[in-house]
C-alpha cells in the first residue's frame, strides 16, 4: 500500500501564476482534505472533497478551488499566487464513515517568489 | 470556534529524559483527540489518538489522556530517544466530518 501520495514534492512559482497541486489518496479511501502548512505553524484547514463535491471549506478565498475525480485522487488550485501562499500543503484521506482517522501525504513544498 | 492550544517550544531534553507537552482545547461537545507527529521534511503520522473522555491513547511509550474536566490531552513519555526528535501537533476533530483543528506544534530536540 503506497499511502497518500502527492506531487511534485516542490514547486516554485512566481507572484500571480496558476498552480496544481495533485494527490492520490491512500487504497480504499474516498475522502480528501487539503491543508495548508506555513512555516512554523500547523496545518490549516482548506476544503474537503468526497464524492466529486465539496464538502466543507475552511477560510481561504476563491483563489483556492479543487477537484476530485471517479477514482477519488485529487487536485488543488490556486490562481493569482501571492507571496503568502508560500507553505507546505498537505494531503490527508480518509474513509468517511470511519470519521475519526485520517492519513496524511509527505506534502507539496510551494515556494512563491 | 473550535480551537487546540499547546505549549510553546522549542523543548531540548537530554536522552532518557521525561517529556510532557501541554494540549487543551476548545469546542463544543466531546472531540476525538489526537497527538500527530512531524519528522524533518515529511507529513504528519498519527502518533495516538482517544475518542471519548477518560480514554488514553498509547504508542511507541508516549501516553496522553483525554480529561474533560480540564479540555487537556497532554503528551508524555517517560524516556525519551535521540530519534524522537519531531515536532508534536495536537490536534481535535469531529467524527463525521474528519477537518481537523491543530495546535501551532511543539518542536521537540532529544540530545545524546
Known amino acids: 500500500d503506497a499511502g497518500v501520495t502527492q506531487s511534485p514534492t516542490h514547486l516554485i512559482k512566481t507572484r500571480g501564476q496558476q498552480v496544481t497541486l495533485r494527490c492520490s489518496p491512500k487504497?480504499?479511501?474516498?475522502?480528501v482534505s487539503w491543508y495548508q502548512q506555513a512555516l512554523g505553524q500547523g496545518p490549516q484547514f482548506i476544503f474537503q472533497?468526497?464524492?466529486?463535491?465539496?464538502?466543507q471549506r475552511g477560510n481561504f478565498p476563491d483563489r483556492f478551488s479543487g477537484h476530485q475525480f471517479p477514482n477519488y485522487s485529487s487536485e488543488l488550485n490556486v490562481n493569482a499566487l501571492l507571496l503568502g501562499d508560500s507553505a507546505l500543503y498537505l494531503c490527508?484521506?480518509?474513509?468517511?464513515?470511519?470519521?475519526?482517522?485520517?492519513?496524511f501525504g509527505q506534502g507539496t513544498r510551494l515556494t512563491v517568489v | 470556534g473550535d480551537s487546540v492550544t499547546q505549549m510553546e517550544g522549542p523543548v531540548t531534553l537530554s536522552e532518557e529524559a521525561f517529556l510532557t507537552i501541554n494540549c487543551t482545547y476548545t469546542a463544543t461537545g466531546y472531540p476525538s483527540l489526537f497527538w500527530y507527529v512531524q519528522y524533518p521534511g515529511e507529513g504528519l503520522q498519527l502518533l495516538l489518538k482517544?475518542?471519548?473522555?477518560?480514554d488514553k491513547g498509547s504508542n511507541k511509550g508516549f501516553e496522553a489522556t483525554y480529561r474533560k474536566e480540564t479540555t487537556s490531552f497532554h503528551l508524555e513519555k517517560g524516556s525519551v530517544q535521540v530519534s524522537d526528535s519531531a515536532v508534536y501537533f495536537c490536534a481535535l476533530s469531529w467524527n463525521t466530518g474528519n477537518q481537523f483543528y491543530f495546535g501551532t506544534g511543539t518542536s521537540l530536540t532529544v540530545i545524546p
Open positions: 482517544a475518542t471519548k473522555a477518560d
Open positions: 487504497s480504499g479511501h474516498d475522502t
Open positions: 490527508a484521506s480518509s474513509i468517511t464513515y470511519r470519521g475519526s482517522e485520517a492519513f
Open positions: 472533497y468526497y464524492e466529486e463535491e465539496e464538502r
